[in-house]
């Protein structure tokens, strides 16, 4: 693993680091960190900047939290680097950053001139659902249920997975018959997280 976290594969680095994470090792913290930074000149910079994050992640999850702050950094990168936002949303999420919260509904809700895409506001829409389900803008991610790119209505699939309340079956039939397949499974993967905590309650 460490020969793949110096290696000149970013992608075998990325994921070497995600797996150090899984074991739960914090001595491997100084490894992962000793790995971040590092430029590739096949990759362009935002993909670059994707594998430290990547790494960042690995390193939270393994117990230091500084490096929580570039990941929530990334929520705020150019329109044009949107791909970091979702993913430093679905980190933030996945981590229990609660700070994050507020940022994850202005960028769910926000309005005007520089408001974001469908798909960005419905990631971060799910990300909230993780953190804050009360606060979810549940009409802003219903208004896209009808939606014609799949990829949009799949994203409407994963908010509805995170708020997992049965208020929403109706809206999640309809995605279950959905034509494309993609949208089919993220709302299976919706229905059985529904029944799994209704069944934990």
């Known amino acids: 693993l460490a020969g793949f976290i110096f290696g000149e594969d970013a992608t075998e680095r990325a994921n070497a680091a995600m797996v150090l994470a899984e074991l739960g090792n914090p001595s491997a913290i100084p490894l992962i960190r000793n790995g971040m930074g590092r430029d590739f000149k096949s990759y362009d910079p935002s993909r670059s ?77 799910a990300a909230l659902a993780e953190l804050a389900p009360d606060q979810v803008p549940v009409e802003i991610v219903l208004s896209y249920l009808a939606a014609e790119d799949p990829g949009v209505r799949i994203q409407v699939a994963n908010a509805l997975k995170g708020l997992s309340d049965p208020r929403f079956e109706p809206q999640l039939a309809i995605l279950l018959r959905d034509q494309d397949p993609y949208v089919q499974i993220a709302t299976a993967a919706a229905i059985l997280q529904m029944g799994q905590r209704q069944a934990a309650r």
């Open 49 to 125: 900047r994707t594998i430290d994050l990547l790494m960042a992640e690995s390193v939270v999850q393994l117990g230091d939290r500084t490096e929580l702050e570039a990941i929530r950094a990334a929520m705020f990168a150019p329109p044009e680097h949107s791909e970091l936002t979702a993913l430093a949303c679905q980190m933030l999420a996945r981590l229990g950053d609660q700070v994050a919260a507020p940022n994850m509904l202005d960028l769910a809700s926000g309005d005007g001139p520089r408001q974001a895409g469908p798909e960005l506001r419905l990631v971060a829409a």
